[in-house]
């Protein structure tokens, strides 16, 4: 950092709004529809495991060996077939969803009591339509759960996505390394911790109004 | 298919060539940089985390701001981080190791909480009227019940300091991570591909190695609980 | 052994678990405390092993206050069973059972051979040993919670609902196994339970608690039954407490009569000789085979052509109850209770109304009768040492009536002691009438038509306990008479 440089030149700050919104909007892009799509997919799979039991072991092995990969190394892999694109960023972030998604559906689906799955069996209810109107309502505040830590740490991980130009607010981070100029890094790096916390906050909210009967129970996370 | 086992091919001529065994370029100390890095920050990062997870668990006091804490640190982007203490303290291992133990602290100091916190109260009241003191309550029962969440805490630490660390080569760091930026900045895919070969054969034994660790530590008849992650 | 002075617990909310509470538990004997939730029966067991610390008086084990003791110390050398067992799940059976000796230092091997034994003791078989928790059934974890808070050989064991988490069989089969062990061990124990049933089945003796953590009645499960303090025990005790009080009164001493029994091989003409409508076959070892309808019988031929319909049960001579007896005669098809002796042989039978007859003097005079079962628990005291007769009215009654452990004790309440003196060295059941006609609740009571000192009345004997209450063995009895 040069000498005599501030922290923070907010004046820089101001000239950049429009700017900053504009990668702020990239960067919810690339963090979050990574968890709609994980989402798309544990919910079915996190079903399958619940039913069947032996499947669950490896599924969650997998998913877990996934997430171990760290993400830089895990970008480059899919570089060669899907470019320097968002998609390169938005896959593996996808697959890192799955170790936390799958185990909070099976838990969620698993947190149904026993005696409400027979009543409803015993009222009647079709299997799916027991799955789709009893258990899944019932298993959403674990789900959530799940689903705010994938969302708070994807938002995250989407600035390292800048190392192959696709990282939305890591623009500013790798720009202000380039130029040693903290500003940016700065204004970046609290920008996406604001936005993990709001995404968080917005998540316990729906999660209330989704489920009015969970309320002060408090799905931990 | 093809190009799948291109890569391999690719990525089997790198691993082979002899340049890639010796040097400050090499694989061994490349490796060693990196095992370097994520070994210290995850020790004392365990040795935080257990101290302070491990205490607020048994004496119940502080479980507000550890939760805090925890969810403040989970939305840290760990790039930002980096890059931020290199900018500001200059390209040298203490500052990002201190990045890296603060990143690694919450993982360990959350789910050792919760899994001391998650003591059945009965297990908890039966140690102490056997006549167990706070100490061997602790020690015989609680830690050995939270085993399998510390041991999580362990891994989900140890995972994202591996990938930090791979990270922090682009600040100017080295590890493992150098192939990778310093292929990316030469257009040189073999390298890129090859280093992250490597990044994930780490990555695989570390999971392993805690899986192996799960076995030895955790006791049979805790087995039955799948873990959270 | 264990005694409470004045102890009160009270919490910085303003609720008094315990209030003022006086107590003397007897050595080995069982004491078990009963009330509705709230009543701070709990607190109180949790503070013999400073589980709870008292905010006012003292709790002293074998004279010493026990807060002059370690806690973790004064824990080691108490048994502490609780409800859900509190297992080690992340241990073995065998370690959870060697937890005590583990923790006084005793050397792995001789912890768990001595947890081995233990085992064995609870009825648990060595295969277990090296399971886990989690793989065991709820009935089977509670008896490793018995057998590791016997680890060190402990005096006193502290139970709190131990048996209340499993099923209504479950529990019947645990507590008549506890009972078989308490006979062997005479362990001091203090035993929690909400279940009025399971304090009378087990108690030596039994202090209810009302709400707001005052005692309301400390006394033997007979007495309890037979004169409870007030409204609110009475009530807590239940409607049927009449009924109840038949399992304290030995069936050896029922008034049996002959009876229309015959040999299967007799001819059917004797049978209808008798006069009678119903006739009991027997075998040759005069064993009941089931009774035949004198109306329905065959022309010709014996008994053995006629159809015999089922006995209902019979009841044992040595070791049934009074309750057993009466249950016999109204299940019985003629109305006849079987009394059978050590060999399954008839002894002979009577009816409901020579039952109840024969019930309401034995039981009049029911009292706290020395303990035939339990002998030499030498239980006798369970007196409140109360600085506060008003909040005891249990102190009216006495444990030093039971019989021969009685004179032993020095420790009896001076208001007990002292009316109890014109006792009459009339035999066992007279100091113990001489302590009853103490009490004042005495004054209520019943006339008592049986006049110990009768020589002439056949009076039943009476036991203190009926162990095998309700445990289907004790019904035995030879089952249906079809063949």
Same mark, same amino acid.
């Given at each position: 950092?040069?000498?005599?440089?501030?922290?923070?030149?907010?004046?820089?700050?101001?000239?950049?709004?429009?700017?900053?919104?504009?990668?702020?909007?990239?960067?919810?892009?690339?963090?979050?529809?990574?968890?709609?799509?994980?989402?798309?997919?544990?919910?079915?799979?996190?079903?399958?495991?619940?039913?069947?039991?032996?499947?669950?072991?490896?599924?969650?092995?997998?998913?877990?060996?996934?997430?171990?990969?760290?993400?830089?190394?895990?970008?480059?892999?899919?570089?060669?077939?899907?470019?320097?694109?968002?998609?390169?960023?938005?896959?593996?972030?996808?697959?890192?969803?799955?170790?936390?998604?799958? @185990?909070?559906?099976?838990?969620?689906?698993?947190?149904?009591?026993?005696?409400?799955?027979?009543?409803?069996?015993?009222?009647?209810?079709?299997?799916?339509?027991?799955?789709?109107?009893?258990?899944?309502?019932?298993?959403?505040?674990?789900?959530?759960?799940?689903?705010?830590?994938?969302?708070?740490?994807?938002? /995250?991980?989407?600035?390292?996505?800048?190392?192959?130009?696709?990282?939305?607010?890591?623009?500013?981070?790798?720009?202000?390394?380039?130029?040693?100029?903290?500003?940016?890094?700065?204004?970046?790096?609290?920008?996406?911790?604001?936005?993990?916390?709001?995404?968080?906050?917005?998540?316990?909210?729906?999660?209330?109004?989704?489920?009015?009967?969970?309320?002060?129970?408090?799905?931990?996370? | 298919?093809?190009?799948?086992?291109?890569?391999?091919?690719?990525?089997?001529?790198?691993?082979?060539?002899?340049?890639?065994?010796?040097?400050?370029?090499?694989?061994?100390?490349?490796?060693?940089?990196?095992?370097?890095?994520?070994?210290?920050?995850?020790?004392?990062?365990?040795?935080?985390?257990?101290?302070?997870?491990?205490?607020?668990?048994?004496?119940?006091?502080?479980?507000?701001?550890?939760?805090?804490?925890?969810?403040?640190?989970?939305?840290?982007?760990?790039?930002?981080?980096?890059?931020?203490?290199?900018?500001?303290?200059?390209?040298?291992?203490?500052?990002?190791?201190?990045?890296?133990?603060?990143?690694?602290?919450?993982?360990?100091?959350?789910?050792?909480? +919760?899994?001391?916190?998650?003591?059945?109260?009965?297990?908890?009241?039966?140690?102490?009227?056997?006549?167990?003191?706070?100490?061997?309550?602790?020690?015989?029962?609680?830690? @050995?019940?939270?085993?399998?969440?510390?041991?999580?805490?362990?891994?989900?630490?140890?995972?994202?300091?591996?990938?930090?660390?791979?990270?922090?080569?682009?600040?100017?760091?080295?590890?493992?991570?150098?192939?990778?930026?310093?292929?990316?900045?030469?257009?040189?895919?073999?390298?890129?591909?090859?280093?992250?070969?490597?990044?994930?054969?780490?990555?695989?034994?570390?999971?392993?190695?805690?899986?192996?660790?799960?076995?030895?530590?955790?006791? @049979?008849?805790?087995?039955?609980?799948?873990?959270?992650? | 052994?264990?005694?409470?002075?004045?102890?009160?617990?009270?919490?910085?909310?303003?609720?008094?678990?315990?209030?003022?509470? /006086?107590?003397?538990?007897?050595?080995?004997?069982?004491?078990?405390?009963?009330?509705?939730?709230?009543?701070?029966?709990?607190?109180?067991?949790?503070?013999?092993?400073?589980?709870?610390?008292?905010?006012?008086?003292?709790?002293?084990?074998?004279?010493?206050?026990?807060?002059?003791?370690?806690?973790?110390?004064?824990?080691?050398?108490?048994?502490?069973?609780?409800?859900?067992?509190?297992?080690?799940?992340?241990?073995?059976?065998?370690?959870?059972?060697?937890?005590?000796?583990?923790?006084?230092?005793?050397?792995?091997?001789?912890?768990?051979?001595?947890?081995?034994?233990?085992?064995?003791?609870?009825?648990?078989?060595?295969?277990?040993?090296?399971?886990?928790?989690?793989?065991?059934?709820?009935?089977?974890?509670?008896?490793?919670?018995?057998?590791?808070?016997?680890?060190?050989?402990?005096?006193?064991?502290?139970?709190?609902?131990?048996?209340?988490?499993?099923?209504?069989?479950?529990?019947? +089969?645990?507590?008549?196994?506890?009972?078989?062990?308490?006979?062997?061990?005479?362990?001091?124990?203090?035993?929690?339970?909400?279940?009025?049933?399971?304090?009378?089945?087990?108690?030596?003796?039994?202090?209810?608690?009302?709400?707001?953590?005052?005692?309301?009645?400390?006394?033997?499960?007979?007495?309890?039954?037979?004169?409870?303090?007030?409204?609110?025990?009475?009530?807590?005790?239940?409607?049927?407490?009449?009924?109840?009080?038949? /399992?304290?009164?030995?069936?050896?001493?029922?008034?049996?009569?002959?009876?229309?029994?015959?040999?299967?091989?007799?001819?059917?003409?004797?049978?209808?000789?008798?006069?009678?409508?119903?006739?009991?076959?027997?075998?040759?070892?005069?064993?009941?085979?089931?009774?035949?309808?004198?109306?329905?019988?065959?022309?010709?031929?014996?008994?053995?052509? *006629?159809?015999?319909?089922?006995?209902?049960?019979?009841?044992?001579?040595?070791?049934?109850?009074?309750?057993?007896?009466?249950?016999?005669?109204?299940?019985?098809?003629?109305?006849?209770?079987?009394?059978?002796?050590?060999?399954?042989?008839?002894?002979?039978?009577?009816?409901?109304?020579?039952?109840?007859?024969?019930?309401?003097?034995?039981?009049?005079?029911?009292?706290?009768?020395?303990?035939?079962?339990?002998?030499?628990?030498?239980?006798?005291?369970?007196?409140?040492?109360?600085?506060?007769?008003?909040?005891?009215?249990?102190?009216?009654?006495?444990?030093?009536?039971?019989?021969?452990?009685?004179?032993?004790?020095?420790?009896?309440?001076?208001?007990?002691?002292?009316?109890?003196?014109?006792?009459?060295?009339?035999?066992? *059941?007279?100091?113990?009438?001489?302590?009853?006609?103490?009490?004042?609740?005495?004054?209520?009571?019943?006339?008592?038509?049986?006049?110990?000192?009768?020589?002439?009345?056949?009076?039943?004997?009476?036991?203190?306990?009926?162990?095998?209450?309700?445990?289907?063995?004790?019904?035995?009895?030879?089952?249906?008479?079809?063949?």
């Amino acid at each position: 950092m040069r000498d005599g440089e501030p922290l923070i030149r907010w004046v820089w700050i101001g000239d950049h709004v429009g700017e900053l919104a504009h990668y702020t909007g990239v960067h919810l892009r690339l963090g979050l529809l990574p968890v709609l799509f994980g989402l798309i997919i544990s919910v079915p799979l996190g079903m399958l495991c619940h039913r069947y039991r032996w499947v669950y072991p490896p599924t969650l092995t997998a998913a877990n060996v996934l997430y171990s990969i760290p993400s830089l190394a895990l970008f480059m892999i899919f570089v060669r077939y899907t470019g320097l694109t968002e998609r390169t960023v938005m896959i593996p972030l996808t697959l890192y969803t799955l170790s936390v998604l799958i @185990p909070n559906v099976v838990d969620g689906l698993a947190s149904v009591p026993d005696p409400v799955r027979q009543a409803a069996t015993a009222m009647g209810f079709s299997t799916v339509r027991r799955v789709l109107q009893v258990e899944l309502p019932i298993a959403v505040p674990v789900v959530v759960a799940g689903v705010r830590v994938a969302a708070v740490s994807s938002i /995250s991980l989407v600035a390292v996505g800048q190392l192959i130009g696709q990282g939305g607010l890591g623009y500013y981070i790798t720009r202000g390394l380039q130029l040693d100029f903290p500003t940016p890094i700065i204004t970046a790096t609290v920008l996406i911790m604001l936005l993990a916390l709001v995404t968080d906050a917005l998540l316990v909210l729906a999660q209330r109004l989704l489920t009015p009967w969970a309320r002060g129970k408090g799905a931990k996370a | 298919m093809n190009d799948l086992l291109n890569q391999i091919e690719l990525v089997g001529e790198w691993l082979t060539s002899s340049a890639q065994w010796h040097g400050d370029d090499g694989i061994p100390h490349r490796l060693a940089e990196h095992l370097t890095y994520s070994g210290l920050s995850l020790l004392f990062a365990t040795l935080i985390g257990l101290a302070f997870g491990l205490l607020v668990g048994h004496t119940g006091r502080g479980a507000f701001a550890v939760a805090t804490v925890a969810n403040l640190a989970r939305a840290i982007p760990t790039f930002g981080l980096v890059v931020l203490v290199v900018t500001l303290a200059g390209l040298s291992t203490a500052p990002v190791l201190v990045a890296l133990v603060a990143l690694a602290v919450p993982p360990i100091l959350i789910n050792t909480f +919760e899994g001391v916190r998650g003591v059945d109260p009965d297990t908890r009241d039966a140690a102490k009227g056997m006549g167990m003191t706070g100490w061997e309550v602790l020690l015989k029962v609680e830690v @050995p019940m939270a085993m399998p969440l510390i041991l999580l805490g362990l891994r989900v630490a140890a995972i994202q300091v591996v990938a930090t660390a791979t990270v922090a080569a682009y600040p100017g760091l080295g590890g493992l991570g150098r192939y990778i930026v310093d292929g990316l900045s030469r257009n040189d895919y073999q390298l890129v591909i090859g280093g992250s070969a490597v990044v994930v054969a780490l990555a695989l034994v570390v999971q392993a190695v805690f899986t192996a660790l799960r076995r030895a530590v955790v006791s @049979p008849g805790l087995r039955p609980v799948v873990a959270k992650s | 052994m264990i005694r409470f002075d004045a102890v009160s617990k009270n919490y910085p909310n303003g609720t008094t678990a315990v209030d003022a509470l /006086s107590l003397e538990l007897a050595e080995g004997g069982l004491t078990v405390l009963v009330g509705p939730s709230g009543c701070g029966k709990t607190t109180t067991l949790r503070m013999v092993n400073r589980m709870v610390e008292p905010s006012a008086g003292t709790v002293s084990l074998r004279g010493q206050d026990i807060r002059e003791v370690a806690a973790p110390e004064l824990r080691r050398g108490i048994g502490y069973v609780i409800q859900h067992a509190g297992l080690f799940p992340h241990r073995t059976i065998l370690d959870n059972v060697a937890t005590v000796p583990l923790l006084l230092g005793w050397g792995k091997k001789k912890a768990r051979s001595r947890a081995a034994e233990l085992l064995e003791l609870v009825g648990l078989p060595a295969t277990m040993a090296k399971r886990y928790p989690y793989q065991l059934s709820g009935g089977q974890q509670q008896r490793v919670g018995v057998a590791r808070a016997l680890g060190a050989d402990p005096p006193v064991l502290l139970m709190d609902e131990p048996f209340s988490a499993v099923d209504p069989i479950v529990r019947g +089969e645990l507590q008549a196994e506890f009972l078989r062990l308490q006979k062997e061990l005479h362990k001091t124990i203090v035993f929690v339970t909400h279940d009025i049933d399971e304090a009378i089945k087990l108690g030596d003796h039994i202090a209810v608690f009302r709400t707001g953590g005052k005692l309301a009645q400390f006394d033997t499960p007979e007495r309890l039954l037979a004169h409870p303090a007030d409204d609110f025990v009475a009530d807590f005790v239940g409607q049927d407490r009449g009924i109840r009080r038949l /399992s304290f009164v030995q069936a050896s001493g029922l008034p049996l009569r002959e009876g229309p029994v015959l040999p299967v091989t007799a001819p059917v003409a004797d049978a209808r000789s008798l006069g009678e409508p119903w006739v009991l076959a027997v075998d040759a070892a005069r064993r009941p085979l089931g009774w035949a309808a004198v109306a329905d019988l065959p022309p010709g031929g014996t008994l053995a052509d *006629a159809t015999l319909a089922p006995l209902g049960h019979t009841f044992a001579l040595a070791g049934d109850s009074a309750r057993a007896a009466l249950d016999a005669a109204l299940l019985s098809p003629s109305r006849l209770a079987v009394g059978v002796d050590a060999q399954g042989a008839v002894a002979g039978v009577a009816d409901a109304y020579e039952l109840s007859a024969a019930i309401a003097g034995a039981s009049a005079g029911v009292t706290t009768t020395g303990d035939a079962a339990g002998a030499g628990t030498g239980d006798g005291t369970g007196v409140p040492t109360s600085g506060a007769p008003d909040t005891t009215p249990g102190g009216v009654q006495d444990g030093t009536a039971a019989g021969a452990g009685a004179p032993a004790d020095g420790e009896a309440a001076p208001e007990a002691a002292a009316p109890a003196a014109p006792a009459a060295p009339a035999g066992q *059941a007279a100091p113990a009438e001489a302590a009853e006609s103490a009490a004042p609740a005495e004054a209520v009571a019943p006339a008592d038509p049986a006049d110990p000192a009768a020589p002439a009345r056949p009076a039943a004997k009476l036991t203190k306990r009926d162990a095998g209450e309700g445990g289907p063995a004790e019904q035995g009895g030879v089952g249906g008479g079809e063949r």
